[in-house]
């Protein structure tokens, strides 16, 4: 059965590179549907009251980015790797043809290639899309969304050659995907010797979009999953692997620092303050101290609602305007949301490093909180889905079951992975239970975050 399994998924691999002809024409028709739901109820009026996602566009459009898109892209991560980068993606497809078919093919130059840009991209891109309410009105999501399709084009018309330089160094999602698919149960891995031991026709290397050395490849972290270097010299395949593989055995050689940055202070901080501020009554609480404060001070420009749509959401005839407190007030809870976070868990991290006199632990135990990242990502992503087909009828009684199913286990996951890496690195018995206790300490409050969101407020 085992390796029943290992051939099938070999074979799928294989099968991956036979029908790149197809999987292109699969692309074009995603690249069609996408531009077709990002423009047109973009220039629609807004839904009335009574509309469906089934009979009105604007609402359709709105269900299918953020109700199933988002999250079921996201968990995709962890189920599959980066299949949908490789294979389904438009803003991929998108960015390779115009290097490929129209591009200048420049070489890339040095600022693209700053490791700071997926982290610093992901926070910016949460926030703003939380300030312009993108997951409410279709404007806001042909701005962000459209804008980064955008980007992804004049970027791939203008480096490269035929490669996806957009997604390998500046998309805004890169970092979490790559993050995400250290938990993949499959990954295009070489087999050194047989490469090293290859006699057979010479063959070119494939055109890899995301520009990866194919020899060295063992995880799927970086790779697409486009399988066009499968069974390259006979040592490329897709192979099945345990989940967590990626972490407990080569995560120890990865030491980015804006990577760690991107996981605990985006993924986790910003992630949770974005996901929550809409229901906290901290944020009630900071918005009501600063309003009587301005009150007390004769200070009221503060509460006009004249940004623009594109600064702050400004919907008159939806009712719903942000004003400029509103504006600051997002902007701080989510931003400091991040930093109390991230400062917390490195903090922790770096203890745990200094404790066991190897500086470069940091990086590794970082990794163990991935499980718990990407569940929170999802829960908070879903939570639009939840909404959305309430608004349609549906009952989901269930819903706070599977959500303590999905927390529970991510928690014990990471534990699970925490524990494991602790038990690699200490020598003595009184430095494992120390530090297994500061690491279990440390994700309290990301766990106590989602149990407030979902449970108590
Ligand atoms: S290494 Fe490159 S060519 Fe091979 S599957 Fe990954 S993305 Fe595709």
């Known amino acids: 059965m085992g390796l029943f399994f290992k051939k099938a998924i070999d074979q799928f691999g294989v099968g991956l590179r036979r029908h790149q002809k197809s999987i292109q024409i699969i692309q074009w028709f995603i690249a069609l549907f996408y531009l077709i739901l990002l423009i047109i109820p973009a220039f629609m009026q807004l839904p009335p009251r ?39 993606c438009p803003e991929g497809a998108l960015t390779e043809w115009a290097s490929r078919t129209i591009g200048r093919n420049k070489t890339i130059p040095r600022w693209i290639k700053w490791k700071g840009w997926p982290a610093v991209a992901f926070i910016l891109t949460t926030l703003y899309g939380q300030l312009i309410s993108v997951y409410d009105y279709a404007i806001a999501s042909l701005l962000i969304l459209g804008g980064s399709t955008f980007g992804a084009i004049i970027i791939g018309f203008l480096y490269g050659k035929g490669n996806r330089v957009w997604c390998r160094y500046l998309c805004p999602v890169n970092g979490v995907f790559n993050l995400l698919s250290r938990l993949a149960p499959i990954s295009f891995k070489t087999d050194q010797y047989k490469w090293a031991i290859y006699h057979g026709e010479t063959i070119h290397n494939p055109h890899c979009p995301p520009i990866i050395n194919i020899r060295q490849l063992h995880g799927v972290s970086a790779c697409h999953m486009c399988g066009r270097c499968a069974g390259m010299k006979d040592a490329v395949s897709l192979q099945p692997r345990s989940m967590n593989e990626e972490i407990l055995v080569y995560g ?31 944020f009630v609480y900071l918005k009501q101290y600063l309003a009587e404060w301005l009150i007390n001070h004769d200070v009221y420009w503060p509460f006009s609602i004249s940004a623009p749509w594109w600064v702050l959401t400004n919907y008159p005839a939806n009712n719903d305007s942000f004003n400029w407190l509103d504006g600051f007030c997002i902007s701080f809870y989510i931003l400091a949301s991040g930093l109390c976070y991230g400062m917390w868990l490195t903090l922790i991290y770096k203890v745990l490093a200094y404790f066991l006199y190897k500086p470069n632990f940091y990086f590794y135990i970082a990794q163990a909180v991935i499980p718990l990242a990407a569940v929170g990502i999802f829960l908070g992503l879903s939570a639009t889905t939840v909404k959305l087909l309430q608004y349609e009828g549906f009952s989901f009684w269930w819903l706070k079951d599977l959500r303590a199913f999905f927390l529970g286990g991510a928690s014990l996951w990471s534990l699970y992975l925490g524990f494991n890496i602790l038990k690699k690195d200490c020598n003595y018995l009184y430095q494992f239970v120390f530090t297994f206790l500061l690491f279990s300490i440390s994700i309290i409050p990301i766990v106590a975050a989602w149990i407030m969101m979902f449970w108590i407020w």
């Open 50 to 88: 009574h509309a469906h996602i089934l009979n009105h566009l604007v609402l359709f459009a709105q269900f299918v980015f953020w109700g199933i898109w988002w999250p079921f892209v996201i968990l995709s991560m962890v189920c599959i790797g980066r299949l949908w980068c490789g294979l389904f």
């Open 252 to 282: 120890e050689e990865i030491h980015n620092t804006w990577q760690t940055h991107l996981l605990l202070f985006g993924m986790i901080g910003v992630a949770i303050g974005a996901f929550t501020w809409t229901i906290s009554p901290w």
